[in-house]
């Protein structure tokens, strides 16, 4: 699968499944996160110190995708070393009270979710 076009074959135009594909992958919304507290841009170090169970290629192919949704911007210093910092857009930035509601939701029923999967049973 192309990464830049994610689409459900029975549903290609439908946004729910287009979008929320994107922002419910595994990493997606940590990075969104850490970019989201940062004052201003960060380096690709800098994330990956922030999330370290990540892998550098992971952490590549998420930073790239959401460069591509136009989630994040990505601007390269000609420097020596190259210097590559990553930010929010604006875009984004109107997606983060909604992330924050739902990160304060899954710390808010945590601990039941938790109670509800250690008693259920598979049947």
Known sequence: ???NNITDPL????PIRNILSRIGEKWTLLVLLELSESTGSMRFGQIA??????????LTATLRAL????????KVYPEVPLRVEYALTERTHTLIPLINQL?????DNYKGIIEDRKRFVVR
């Open 103 to 107: 990160v304060q939701w899954s710390i």
């Open 11 to 14: 549903f290609p135009e439908c």
């Open 49 to 58: 110190r922030a999330i370290p169970d990540v892998s550098q290629r992971m």
């Open 1 to 3: 699968m192309n990464r």
């Open 67 to 74: 460069e591509a949704d136009g989630l994040v911007s990505r």
